[in-house]
C-alpha cells in the first residue's frame, strides 16, 4: 500500500477544516499515503504543502474535509473516475460525511482496509427549452424549482414517461435522489429513503392545495417538469444547490438516472446510525 495516493477536497473557506486537513495530511504520510489536491483545490497545495496531480487517475481515493457540500462538490467527480469518497464531517449534520473529527486518527487504517461502502445513485437534469437543451448536468442530491421572492404561484406539471401524474400550484417542487431525501427534500415533508435505494422522489414546496402527498417514482423512468407561469410568475431551478438557471413557460426540467454511481465509504455507525443520532436521539 505504499504507493497509495489520496485527493484531499477541503473546505477552504472554513478555518477548522484547513486545520483537520493539515492534521489528516500528517497522518497519512505516517502510513506512506501520499496526500494530493486537484482541480479548484489546487490553491491548497502551497497552503498544507501537498502535490498537484493532473488527474484524479493518478489516486485511489478522495477524502473530503467539510460538511455534506463539500462532499456534492466532489462527488462528480469521485462518480466520474470511480473513486471511492470517504468524508470527514466538520459540518452541523453530516449523512454522507460519515467520520467525525475525533475520529480522523482512524482515515489510514479505513483507507488501507476493507470498509464497506455505499453506492448511491445520481440523476443527469437537462433543461430543455423549445427543443433545444439550455444545460445538461449530474446531481447526487436534487433539483430544485422555486417560485421568485416576490412572484405569483406558477403551476407545475410533473409527468413519469409520457403519463402526467400531477399538476399543481405551489412555492416550488424537489426532485431528489434517495441521498438527497435528507435534504431539502426531508425539510419540506418528504420521506427518508435508504440512500442505496433507485428512485426519484417528487415533494412539492408549500403546495396550495388540501391534497399533498410526496411521490416515488422508479429510476428507469424518465421523469419531467413542466412549468406554467400565472399573471408573469418567475421561476428558477437549482441544482444540487448551485446558482438559479431562469426557466420560463413550458421548459422542461428532464430527470434520468446517471450511468455513473458514487462509492461512499461507510466508516461510522452508518446512514441510519447517523439519522438515529442527529435527527432522532435529541427528540428523546
Known amino acids: 500500500m505504499g504507493g497509495m495516493r489520496v485527493i484531499i477536497g477541503c473546505n477552504s473557506m472554513d478555518s477548522a477544516s484547513v486545520e483537520m486537513t493539515e492534521k489528516l495530511c500528517a497522518l497519512l504520510r505516517e502510513r506512506g499515503i501520499e496526500p494530493c489536491v486537484f482541480g479548484e483545490d489546487s490553491d491548497l497545495a502551497d497552503v498544507i504543502d501537498v502535490p498537484v496531480v493532473k488527474s484524479p487517475e493518478e489516486c485511489t481515493h478522495?477524502?473530503?474535509?467539510?460538511?455534506?457540500?463539500?462532499?456534492?462538490?466532489?462527488?462528480?467527480?469521485?462518480?466520474?473516475?470511480?473513486?471511492?469518497?470517504?468524508?470527514?464531517?466538520?459540518?452541523?449534520?453530516?449523512?454522507?460525511?460519515?467520520?467525525?473529527?475525533?475520529?480522523?486518527?482512524?482515515?489510514?487504517?479505513?483507507?488501507?482496509?476493507?470498509?464497506?461502502?455505499?453506492?448511491?445513485?445520481?440523476?443527469?437534469?437537462?433543461?430543455?427549452?423549445?427543443?433545444?437543451?439550455?444545460?445538461?448536468?449530474?446531481?447526487?442530491?436534487?433539483?430544485?424549482?422555486?417560485?421568485?421572492?416576490?412572484?405569483?404561484?406558477?403551476?407545475?406539471?410533473?409527468?413519469?414517461?409520457?403519463?402526467?401524474?400531477?399538476?399543481?400550484?405551489?412555492d416550488g417542487v424537489i426532485l431528489s435522489t434517495p441521498t438527497g431525501s435528507t435534504a431539502y427534500s426531508l425539510s419540506a415533508g418528504g420521506p427518508i429513503l435508504a440512500p442505496e435505494l433507485e428512485c426519484i422522489e417528487f415533494t412539492a414546496l408549500c403546495p396550495h392545495t388540501l391534497f399533498n402527498r410526496p411521490m416515488i417514482f422508479s429510476a428507469q423512468q424518465l421523469v419531467t417538469a413542466r412549468v406554467r407561469s400565472y399573471q408573469d410568475s418567475t421561476v428558477t431551478v437549482s441544482l444540487d444547490g448551485g446558482h438559479g438557471i431562469d426557466m420560463v413557460e413550458e421548459d422542461e426540467l428532464r430527470l434520468r438516472r446517471s450511468e455513473r454511481t458514487l462509492e461512499i465509504i461507510e466508516a461510522g455507525s452508518g446512514f441510519f446510525g447517523a439519522v438515529h443520532n442527529k435527527l432522532m436521539a435529541p427528540l428523546k
Open 62 to 170: 478522495i477524502v473530503t474535509i467539510g460538511g455534506d457540500g463539500t462532499i456534492l462538490k466532489w462527488g462528480k467527480t469521485a462518480a466520474e473516475y470511480g473513486l471511492p469518497l470517504l468524508g470527514v464531517n466538520m459540518g452541523r449534520l453530516g449523512f454522507m460525511a460519515t467520520v467525525e473529527p475525533s475520529e480522523v486518527c482512524r482515515i489510514p487504517d479505513i483507507l488501507m482496509g476493507d470498509c464497506p461502502v455505499s453506492r448511491r445513485m445520481l440523476l443527469d437534469c437537462e433543461i430543455v427549452r423549445n427543443g433545444k437543451t439550455l444545460l445538461k448536468k449530474s446531481v447526487l442530491n436534487d433539483a430544485v424549482i422555486s417560485r421568485g421572492v416576490s412572484s405569483k404561484l406558477p403551476e407545475f406539471r410533473i409527468f413519469c414517461g409520457e403519463y402526467e401524474v400531477t399538476r399543481v400550484r405551489a
